[in-house]
Every structure is written in structure tokens, then in C-alpha cells.
């Protein structure tokens, strides 16, 4: 059984091994010139492949988000493809609650009939696109049998990315007064959706990330819907950053815009250029073509201040992030190097980045005071570096670090022949024997 101090050493060397791997480096960055504001309740903007916050205005509030609402439901609609529940050519059935719902023109609608038959595919085109309410409760009827149940579902998946203060009523986003089955009619008939611009844009990034093919759909201008065997219906698109419309911003291809009384004019848009594509929210513009004017603000804004830099290169030293200890080796250390280039977001004219780096070895490489044994060849892969920007911005829900990279060694290590291993032993022996005599001497006198 190991000794009282045994256990202390290995302890003490433990947390020591996890100070010197989570150390952060104090360098200075270059902050985006020119903040700005838009015409917004909130607004946010994120890089899509790192999830990281680019632009924040008060994106932390939770606001109503009309039929923005539709991306959760399009992603459990992706996911039930995916999954095997339904297929592209099923059909969907119409319910009565359905068919009224979809002919009320006063609502985003293709009018739906149960004398008709739609495919999964038809009908999420014209959520998309037309942001076709009765469409979207139709499907979310034929994921869950109910459009209740299909709520729970909503609820679980927006959880687990994270998002803890979502209120999710429906499946498309409509006040609560237009429901026609309710099991609560407690609700005010104007309570209705609510996420923060930050959760919308974790909505967004899981969609895009998990299912790129939406953009198929959203980057038409027009679709054609096919309502009955004599009528079809050429769906323009709400989002008038397309091509053919006034707002046209020739990067945008997505997604889906939002408006009700209490939320006012919304838009959660993507756009690429070059390689960088990112995430815009904005919610509660005081216009409808004003939300696309607050998008292009903040794209503009965007794409002018930040752009991808390396800020390493494989092989070269992560210098903020302490030598690993190495046992039974002619070195008693070894430094960690990057195992590839790591690129991150970063303002313009970024020389420095304020980082936290930390380095998380290998499973079942390390002792239990988080040391590594001899030999150890040069550029052996030792575990992986998260790099994280350390700003009051962070990321979107579910995002820790904005980039990774495998941790290599910088040197080979030897191992150490039998005698040099026995001299270390007999002298730590000597050396802690002399400490517990020190320790005797000190208590008795």
C-alpha cells in the first residue's frame, strides 16, 4: 500500500501537470475597428466552422422569433431522413387542423387539402421558402403524431446543443392565438416562440454543419409548388438577399426570415466569401426590408474586419503550454509542438491573440502524476492543444475552443540506461529520507 506522502507526491505532481497544461498566454490582439449598431432588438454574428462570436448586440436576451422558429423544425425533419423514420417521397397526411390552418391567407401559407397528396419534399420546400405554416405542422404531425409531442421533441434537441431558456410553443413560430388545438389555454393568445439572437445562431450552425443541404433549397429565389393537379404556385422566397430581389447581397444563400407583432421583422441569414462563412441573427427590426439592411451592415462590417490567419505553423513550439515531465528518460522533459498549421478567426491585422491553450494528453499515456515514459520519438503524437480566444464574446452553445490541433513532441527522448534510472531512484530516495529527518528534527525540537 503506497504511503501517505506517496499518494501527496502524486497529487501535488498531478495538479501541478494541470496548471502548466491550461496556462494562458497575456498577448495583446488588434480589436475590429468601427463597432457598430444596427436597427436590431438583438444581433449577433458567428463564424460557422468554429462557432465563434464575432458581433454581439445584446444577443444574450430572449425575444420572440416568429418563424425562425422553422429551422428547428427543418433540422428534426433532416434528422428523421437521415435516421430512416421517413423518406424524401413519403406522403404526407393532411389533418383537418392542418387544412385549416394552411388556408388562412392571412398567415405564410400553401393552402393544403386532405384530398391532395405531398411529399416530405414538397412540403419542406415551401417551409423554406415560403415559410408555408400549415406545411411545417403538417410534418411536424408526421414526426410525432401531434404537433405537441413534436414540441418535446424541439424542446430535447435545443437542450442538448445547450439552450436552456428557449420557450417553444409550436413547430412554426405563429402567436399562440392561432392555434386551434391547444392543451394550455392558459397561455396569452400573443405568447408565442422566444430564443436569444445567440441560441438562434447555435440553431443555425447545427443545421448548417449537420445538414449543408438545406442551402439547396434556401439559395432559390423561386420554387414551384405543386397545390393540386391544375394549380401550381411559384413560391418566392422571404429572403430578399437573393438574387432578383432589392436587398440582393451577393453572398447570401440562406435562411429564414420571421415576423410577427412581437418579434417585428427578423432574419437569421449565412453567407460565404472566399472560405469563410458565417451566421447573422437579427431580431426585431422595425421594418421588413430593414432586417436585410441590418444583415448587409453586419456582413459588411464582417468580412471587412476579420479574415482567417494562421497563427501557427506546424512544428513550431506551443510556448504557452509548459513541458510535459518524463520519466525513465535521459531528458527529465519534453516540450510539445503543433501537429499541423492552426487557423483562427481574428481581426484584421492581428499580430497577437489573447489564448488559453490547453493540452489534454492521450488516453493511457501518462502516469497518474501526469508524466510520460522514455523513448519518445520526435513529432510522436502526445494528445491534442484547444485553442480558445479569451474575449467577453465566446461562442455560440456548445463550443469550447476555436481551434485544435495535435500536440507532438519537439525532441526525441532516450531511454535512460539501468544505472542512470538506479541514481535517480537512490537519489530522490536520499533526498526524500533527508526531508522526513529535517521533519523529525524540526517537530521534536
Do not use: C
Not at 393537379?229 to 440562406?254: F, P, Q
Not at 462563412?277 to 431580431?283: H, K, S
Not at 516540450?335 to 491553450?357: F, K, Q
Not at 461562442?395 to 535517480?424: L, M, T, Y
Amino acid at each position: 500500500m503506497k504511503s501517505k506522502k506517496s499518494i501527496k507526491r502524486a497529487v501535488l505532481g498531478l495538479l501541478l501537470f494541470v496548471l502548466g497544461v491550461m496556462t494562458p498566454t497575456v498577448i495583446k490582439a488588434a480589436e475590429p475597428a468601427n463597432a457598430l449598431s444596427v436597427d436590431a432588438k438583438g444581433a449577433l454574428v458567428a463564424d460557422l466552422e468554429t462557432g465563434k462570436v464575432l458581433v454581439d448586440q445584446n444577443g444574450s436576451e430572449r425575444l420572440p422569433i416568429a418563424s425562425m422558429t422553422k429551422l428547428i423544425t427543418v433540422y428534426l425533419i433532416y434528422q428523421a431522413i437521415e435516421e430512416g423514420q421517413i423518406a424524401w417521397d413519403d406522403t404526407v397526411p393532411i389533418s383537418d387542423y392542418v387544412a385549416t390552418i394552411s388556408n388562412n391567407m392571412e398567415l405564410s401559407n400553401v393552402p393544403l387539402s386532405a384530398y391532395e397528396v405531398y411529399t416530405v419534399k414538397e412540403l419542406l420546400e415551401s417551409v423554406l421558402v415560403y415559410s408555408a405554416n400549415g406545411s411545417a405542422i403538417a410534418l411536424a404531425e408526421l414526426i410525432a403524431g401531434s404537433e405537441e409531442d413534436f414540441v418535446t421533441k424541439m424542446n430535447d434537441l435545443v437542450s442538448g446543443w445547450g439552450i436552456n431558456d428557449a420557450i417553444l410553443l409550436n413547430a412554426s413560430g405563429l402567436p399562440n392565438k392561432y392555434r386551434l388545438e391547444k392543451e394550455d389555454d392558459s397561455l396569452d393568445p400573443d405568447a408565442e416562440n422566444e430564443m436569444s439572437a445567440r441560441d438562434v445562431a447555435t440553431v443555425a450552425y447545427h443545421l448548417l454543419t449537420d445538414f449543408p443541404e438545406v442551402l439547396d433549397i434556401t439559395a432559390q429565389p423561386t420554387v414551384d409548388f405543386r397545390a393540386d393537379a391544375n394549380t401550381t404556385i411559384e413560391m418566392h422566397s422571404y429572403n430578399h438577399m437573393l438574387e432578383g430581389y432589392d436587398s440582393y447581397y451577393e453572398d447570401v444563400d440562406g435562411l429564414k426570415t420571421g415576423t410577427t407583432d412581437g418579434s417585428g421583422a427578423s432574419f437569421t441569414g449565412t453567407a460565404k466569401k472566399d472560405d469563410f462563412r458565417v451566421i447573422t441573427v437579427v431580431i426585431g427590426s422595425s421594418e421588413a426590408e430593414e432586417r436585410f439592411h441590418a444583415t448587409a451592415q453586419l456582413l459588411d462590417f464582417t468580412f471587412k474586419n476579420f479574415k482567417k490567419t494562421t497563427i501557427a505553423n506546424a512544428g513550431d513550439p506551443v510556448s504557452h503550454v509548459k513541458s510535459i515531465p518524463v520519466i525513465k528518460g535521459k531528458e527529465k522533459e519534453v516540450g510539445i509542438s503543433y501537429g499541423s498549421n492552426v487557423v483562427m478567426m481574428a481581426p484584421i491585422g492581428t499580430v497577437e491573440m489573447d489564448l488559453e491553450a490547453v493540452f489534454t494528453p492521450d488516453k493511457g499515456l501518462t502516469t497518474s502524476d501526469g508524466k510520460i515514459e522514455a523513448p519518445i520519438e520526435k513529432g510522436e503524437k502526445l494528445g491534442k492543444v484547444a485553442l480558445t480566444v479569451t474575449d467577453d464574446l465566446g461562442f455560440i452553445a456548445g463550443r469550447k475552443s476555436e481551434a485544435e490541433s495535435d500536440a507532438v513532441a519537439s525532441d526525441s527522448v532516450a531511454k535512460a540506461n539501468i544505472f542512470v534510472r538506479a541514481g535517480r531512484v537512490i537519489s530522490q530516495f536520499v533526498k526524500d529520507l533527508w526531508s522526513s529527518a529535517r521533519e523529525f528534527i524540526n517537530a521534536i525540537l
